[in-house]
């Protein structure tokens, strides 16, 4: 998995408005503006936090994605998968 490329996109969604919306509204669409694999665009779309945690990628950065609840991701959501590690 590349981290870097999934830290990106969590800085991308905290300081770029635009592209905040876009995740929102189609998130789908907002990924494909980036180079990830299938497995990290699978991961991302289905909200395994756990799983991109346990790839590399920061808790803390990872956080970025309940702020503002894309792919699912309320903060209850966020904190059962990180703990479990597993989706719902």
Not at 2 to 7: D, G
Not at 9 to 23: N, S
Not at 26 to 54: K, Q
């Given at each position: 998995?590349?981290v870097?490329l999934?830290h990106?996109?969590?800085?991308?969604?905290?300081?770029?408005?635009?592209?905040?919306?876009?995740?929102?509204?189609s998130?789908e669409?907002?990924?494909?503006?980036?180079?990830f694999?299938?497995?990290?665009?699978?991961?991302?779309?289905?909200?395994?936090?756990?799983?991109?945690?346990?790839?590399?990628?920061?808790?803390?950065l990872?956080?970025?994605?309940?702020?503002?609840?894309?792919?699912?991701?309320?903060l209850?959501v966020?904190?059962?998968r990180?703990?479990?590690?597993a989706p719902?």
């Amino acid at each position: 998995m590349n981290v870097y490329l999934i830290h990106t996109l969590c800085r991308r969604i905290l300081h770029d408005k635009d592209f905040r919306k876009l995740v929102l509204m189609s998130p789908e669409t907002a990924l494909d503006t980036m180079p990830f694999s299938e497995e990290e665009r699978a991961a991302l779309l289905s909200g395994d936090v756990g799983r991109l945690n346990r790839a590399g990628a920061s808790g803390f950065l990872l956080l970025i994605l309940s702020r503002f609840e894309v792919f699912g991701l309320a903060l209850p959501v966020f904190n059962r998968r990180m703990r479990t590690g597993a989706p719902d």
